[in-house]
Each structure stands twice: as structure tokens, then as C-alpha cells.
């Protein structure tokens, strides 16, 4: 099942994606990790003001259709709850393969539930503490 297509005005803005190589150096040098069977995530807080998202798909997912896909509908689950992020963070989020085999609402869930995860382990050590 594929997510609707955005009505025009609804889609991701440029500047809500990381696209410049030193700011995912930049996350995956300092972010906190999470992660699943599908997906990893690393998220950094940063001083814009506003979330972004950048996505790493590697060969290994899939061909480019596949991996066009996936990249497809990450961002539009990261646009539709962008809200559910504290503002000023970034996210990378790297799938792992397999992740093609799933349907977009599976796929929703496993991404929602890591991000619902990392911001509970966050809100359970507010002095930044790493979570075991």
C-alpha cells in the first residue's frame, strides 16, 4: 500500500533535508543511535530551529527503483510527523535490508516506534546521560 501523494504546498521543504556531507559527519559523530531489524537511526540536536531528515540507502537495500522508494517514503513519514520531534533536530536514518519487503504502514510503525523510544529513553535522563 502506497501513502497518498502530498496535495501541492504539502511536500518536504529543501532546507528539511541533510544534504551536505559534514552535517551527517556532523550527526554520526555525536548523535544517539537507535535502532531496529529495518532501521537505524542517529539523531542530533542542532541550533536551526527546525528538524531534517537524511537518509543513507546503501546497494545492499536494493537496486535504485528500491532504493528511490524507500527514500520516498521516508521522507513523507518524516514529513507527516515531524511534530513528534523535539524542534532542531536531526535525523539520519540508515535502512538495512529487508526493509523493502515491508508494506508502508510497517514501515511507519518501525520508524515512529524508534523515534517514540529514543524521545522516551531522552525524557528519562534529562541530563543527557547515555542510555544502556
Given at each position: 500500500m502506497n501513502p497518498p501523494a502530498s496535495p501541492a504546498g504539502e511536500s518536504l521543504p529543501r532546507g528539511a533535508r541533510l544534504l551536505n556531507r559534514n552535517d551527517f559527519r556532523h550527526v554520526f559523530?555525536?548523535?544517539?543511535?537507535?535502532?531496529?531489524?529495518?532501521?537505524?537511526?542517529?539523531?542530533?540536536?542542532?541550533?536551526?530551529?527546525?528538524?531534517?531528515?537524511?537518509l543513507a540507502v546503501s546497494r545492499k537495500v536494493g537496486g535504485s527503483v528500491v532504493r528511490n522508494l524507500i527514500k520516498r517514503r521516508l521522507r513523507e513519514l518524516f514529513r507527516r510527523n515531524r511534530e513528534l520531534l523535539k524542534k532542531g533536530t536531526d535525523v539520519?536514518?540508515?535502512?538495512?535490508?529487508?526493509v523493502d519487503g515491508l508494506t508502508f504502514q510497517?514501515?511507519?510503525?518501525?520508524?515512529?516506534?524508534?523515534?517514540?523510544?529514543?524521545?522516551?529513553?531522552?525524557?528519562?535522563?534529562?541530563?543527557?546521560?547515555?542510555?544502556?
Open positions: 559523530r555525536g548523535g544517539r543511535r537507535c535502532r531496529s531489524s529495518h532501521l537505524h537511526l542517529v539523531l542530533l540536536e542542532n541550533s536551526l530551529g527546525y528538524s531534517r531528515i537524511g539520519v536514518v540508515i535502512p538495512q535490508p529487508g510497517q514501515l511507519a510503525d518501525d520508524f515512529l516506534g524508534l523515534l517514540s523510544r529514543t524521545f522516551a529513553a531522552e525524557s528519562s535522563h534529562p541530563r543527557g546521560e547515555p542510555t544502556r
